[in-house]
C-alpha cells in the first residue's frame, strides 16, 4: 500500500467520523430496559448499530459537504478532511453513495418499519443539515428527536416494544445535552469575539436562554425517570424497585456535572464526544447496569 492510499484511508475514516459511532448504542437500550437480553436480540440489535452507524456517517459526510464554507472559518472545524482539501467533494459522494447503499442492503431483511426508521432517521438528518440546523430551537428538538429514533429503532429491529417513559425521558434528556452543545458554540464563539455561530442562527444575545433551556430540560427528564420508578410497570419488570432511585441521583450528578464542565470550557464541542473519553462518565454508566442487575435479581 502506497503512502497516499494510507492517507487517504486515514481521511475517509476522520470524515467518515467512527467516534460518532458510540451513539448509536442506544439502539441495545430496549433490549436492556426491557430484560429481553437474549443471543436473538443482541444479534439484531448490533445489526441495528451497523446500519445506523453507516447511515450516520453518510449524513455527517453530507453536512461536511453542506457547511465547508463556514468550517473552513471555524477555529477547530477546518482541520476536517473536506475542509482542509484532503479529499474532494467527488470522493465524498462516492463514500456517502457507498454507505446508504450497505445500509440499505443490511436492512432489507430486518423488520420492514426499521427499514422505514432507517429512511425517516436518514430524511430528517438530511433535512437538518440543510435547513432546520440554522433555525433557533427547531436544530434543538431535531437533535433530541434523531437521538429518540435510535432508541425506537432498536426497539423495532427486535420487535420489542419501547415505552412512551423511555420515550419522554430520552427526549428531554438529549434535549438537555443539545442545548449545551450549542451553549459551548456560543462560548467558543464569544472567545473568538465573534456575535453568532457560523452556519447556526444563534447569537451570542442567546446564550442565557439556552443555558436555562438546556438545565429546565434536564430538570424534565430526572422528574419522568422519577415518575416511571412509581409506574406499575417498574413494579412489573424489577423485583427490588426501590434500588432505582440510586440512578435518579446518578443521573443528576451526571447531567449537573457536565453542566459544570462546560461552564468551565473543559468541553471543546460535544458533551457526549467528551463523555467518552471522561472516566467518571464511564464509573456511572457501570454504576447504573449494576443497579439495574440488582433491581431485577435481589
Not at 500500500?1 to 467520523?17: E, G, L, P, S
Not at 472567545?191 to 430538570?219: H, M, P, Q, T, V
Request: charged share 15%; with cysteine.
Amino acid at each position: 500500500m502506497t503512502a497516499k492510499n494510507k492517507i487517504d484511508i486515514i481521511n475517509f475514516f476522520k470524515i467518515a467520523r467512527p467516534y460518532q459511532w458510540i451513539k448509536n448504542i442506544l439502539v441495545f437500550v430496549p433490549m436492556i430496559m426491557s430484560h429481553n437480553i437474549n443471543l436473538s436480540s443482541f444479534t439484531e440489535s448490533a445489526k441495528g448499530f451497523i446500519i445506523l452507524s453507516l447511515i450516520a456517517s453518510s449524513v455527517y459526510i453530507i453536512n461536511d459537504i453542506v457547511d465547508i464554507e463556514s468550517d473552513k472559518q471555524h477555529p477547530y472545524k477546518k482541520y476536517r478532511p473536506l475542509a482542509a482539501d484532503l479529499i474532494s467533494i467527488n470522493q465524498c459522494k462516492i463514500i456517502i453513495f457507498f454507505l446508504v447503499t450497505v445500509s440499505i442492503l443490511l436492512s432489507l431483511n430486518s423488520n420492514i418499519k426499521f427499514l422505514f426508521l432507517i429512511l425517516i432517521y436518514f430524511f430528517i438528518s438530511n433535512l437538518y443539515s440543510f435547513i432546520l440546523k440554522k433555525l433557533k430551537i427547531f436544530d434543538l428538538l431535531t437533535l433530541a428527536i434523531l437521538y429518540t429514533l435510535r432508541i425506537i429503532g432498536g426497539g423495532l429491529i427486535t420487535d420489542i416494544y419501547v415505552s412512551s417513559w423511555l420515550l419522554s425521558f430520552s427526549f428531554f434528556f438529549f434535549l438537555s445535552l443539545a442545548s449545551i452543545k450549542r451553549k459551548i458554540e456560543l462560548n467558543n464563539a464569544k472567545k473568538l469575539n465573534n456575535k453568532s455561530i457560523l452556519g447556526r442562527g444563534y447569537s451570542i444575545k442567546d446564550l442565557k436562554i439556552i443555558n436555562i433551556f438546556s438545565i429546565l430540560s434536564a430538570i424534565i427528564s430526572i422528574i419522568i425517570f422519577i415518575l416511571y420508578l412509581n409506574s406499575s410497570q417498574v413494579k412489573n419488570l424489577y423485583s427490588s424497585p426501590e434500588i432505582l432511585w440510586i440512578i435518579c441521583l446518578i443521573l443528576s450528578y451526571w447531567i449537573f456535572r457536565i453542566f459544570l464542565v462546560s461552564n468551565k470550557n473543559q468541553i471543546n464541542d460535544d458533551p457526549i464526544i467528551f463523555a467518552i473519553y471522561d472516566i467518571k462518565s464511564y464509573i456511572c454508566a457501570i454504576l447504573i447496569l449494576m443497579i439495574l442487575w440488582f433491581g431485577t435479581f435481589l
